[in-house]
């Protein structure tokens, strides 16, 4: 009976531009903090995209079937009165 073969990670790839001033501030800060680049960024992004993993891209819409909390003619908008007046 053999190992099971692992389920291979998808990666995407990313590339950005730093300034010459940034590049030796992200090298002198990682080798301060014994941390690499890679390390560093990921861990900074981390905190900004783990809440949207399953986030749809788009507008939100409300269905048909959603109740109306707000409406558009005038004659809706009367107050109830709970004590009538007799």
Do not use: H, W
Not at 16 to 35: A, P, W
Not at 61 to 72: C, G, H, R, T, V
Request: glycine share 4%; hydrophobic share 25%; charged share 35%.
């Amino acid at each position: 009976m053999g190992k099971s073969p692992k389920k291979r990670r998808k990666f995407k790839k990313y590339q950005f531009k730093l300034s010459k001033g940034q590049s030796e501030s992200l090298q002198n800060y990682c080798e301060l903090n014994d941390i690499s680049p890679n390390k560093l960024i990921k861990g900074e992004l981390k905190s900004y995209i783990q809440d949207y993993t399953n986030e749809k891209v788009g507008k939100k819409y409300a269905s048909k079937q959603q109740l109306s909390l707000f409406y558009e003619r005038e004659a809706d908008y009367e107050q109830l009165d709970l004590f009538p007046e007799k």
